[in-house]
């Protein structure tokens, strides 16, 4: 009944940017928070950014000042700017959010099918 889609990985040389889109669809009644998270190769899934309803933003230290998370709540679209991008940042990129679907429910978790990130030269 609901949906997360990404779009927007691809490859990219390092120093590059990529901007990555996550939109919401489906019975929702409203979003909470949103983040994004990533998976590199035999690693564990990080939380890289997330965003709250009110716009509060938290970050890993490892993208502090080369991200920025954004969303468009008439949308229900979340985003990821990335720029300055590095080979440590190859990796599949999860959309999360926290979503209630009535104004009885309780907030669940939803993910998306993840984008892959390739940055390489």
């Known amino acids: 009944q609901v949906q997360l889609v990404e779009s927007g990985g691809g490859l990219v040389q390092p120093g590059g940017s990529l901007r990555l889109s996550c939109a919401a669809s489906?019975?929702?009644?409203?979003?909470?928070?949103m983040s994004w998270y990533r998976q590199a190769p035999g690693k564990e899934r990080e939380l890289v950014a997330a965003?709250?309803?009110?716009?509060?933003?938290t970050y890993a230290d490892s993208v502090k000042g080369r991200f920025t998370i954004s969303r468009d709540n008439a949308k229900n679209t979340v985003y990821l700017q990335m720029n300055s991008l590095k080979p440590e940042d190859t990796a599949v990129y999860y959309c999360?959010?926290?979503?209630?679907?009535?104004?009885?429910?309780?907030?669940?978790?939803?993910w998306g099918q993840g984008t892959q990130v390739t940055v390489s030269s």
């Open positions: 489906g019975r929702i009644f409203s979003i909470n928070a």
């Open positions: 965003i709250t309803d009110g716009g509060s933003t």
């Open positions: 999360n959010a926290d979503i209630r679907q009535t104004i009885w429910s309780i907030g669940m978790k939803y």
